[in-house]
């Protein structure tokens, strides 16, 4: 079961901005960084956002993650077709020891 | 550049076992965490268990705790997941990942390509 809550399926144009938030807990986002990945249909997950706000290299710099308190956010700036994919966050969990995911949040390109 | 070739997955009867096996290149194995992540058909991800480079540290989901065995081979680079007491709920495609670093709190930088497990009589 997911710990972590995101929200269901944003949309947005080419170009357009859109943000997803992930809510979690003082044992999880509120004592551990918080890291984002992305998902593209039949492919295995990739490292998009580490320790909150790091891109791993070859990540363009429209993509970009925050933290605060017991939520996190990854913003995607103009937005492209190829972003078209299921987000999720992901941070430990000092009650469960163990590694929490988020619901998980399929973005549209319209 | 790292990869993880996994093996292993099929179908099986409930009750049953199986093993998965994630054979890694391209980085110093012994020096990462390595960690299990599965993800049921149409669901989200799923955590299921993570192993330190020396494989001293193991930490496990409730759902699988008691029933798999995470275990890895530093001299052969190959991660293992030993899967007992096989439940139709555990039918889910597996992966393997890489840690970031030799911390099991941490995120997982490379993936491998998926191994199928159903269980199902």
């Known amino acids: 079961q997911s710990v972590l809550t995101q929200p269901p399926s944003p949309s947005g144009t080419p170009g357009q901005r859109v943000t997803i938030s992930c809510s979690g807990r003082s044992s999880n986002i509120g004592s551990n960084t918080v890291n984002w990945y992305q998902q593209l249909p039949g492919t295995a997950p990739k490292l998009l956002i580490y320790n909150n706000n790091q891109r791993p290299s070859g990540v363009p710099d429209r993509f970009s993650g925050s933290k605060s308190g017991t939520s996190a956010s990854l913003a995607i700036s103009g937005l492209q077709s190829e972003d078209e994919a299921d987000y999720y966050c992901a941070a430990w969990d000092d009650s469960l020891n163990g590694q929490v995911f988020g619901t998980g949040t399929k973005v549209t390109v319209l | 550049e790292a990869q993880m070739l996994q093996s292993g997955g099929g179908l099986v009867q409930p009750g049953g076992s199986l093993r998965l096996s994630c054979a890694a290149s391209g980085f110093t194995f012994i020096n990462y965490a390595m960690t299990w992540v599965r993800q049921a058909p149409g669901k989200g991800l799923e955590w299921v268990s993570v192993?330190?480079?020396?494989?001293?540290?193991?930490y496990y989901a409730a759902s699988v705790k008691g029933r798999f065995t995470i275990s890895r081979d530093n001299s052969k680079n190959t991660l293992y997941l030993q899967m007992n007491s096989l439940r139709v709920e555990d039918t889910a495609l597996y992966y393997c990942?890489?840690?970031?670093?030799?911390?099991?709190?941490?995120?997982?930088?490379?993936w491998g390509q998926g191994a199928l497990v159903t269980v199902s009589s």
């Open positions: 990942a890489k840690g970031l670093l030799n911390y099991v709190g941490g995120g997982c930088d490379y």
């Open positions: 192993i330190s480079g020396s494989g001293g540290t193991t």
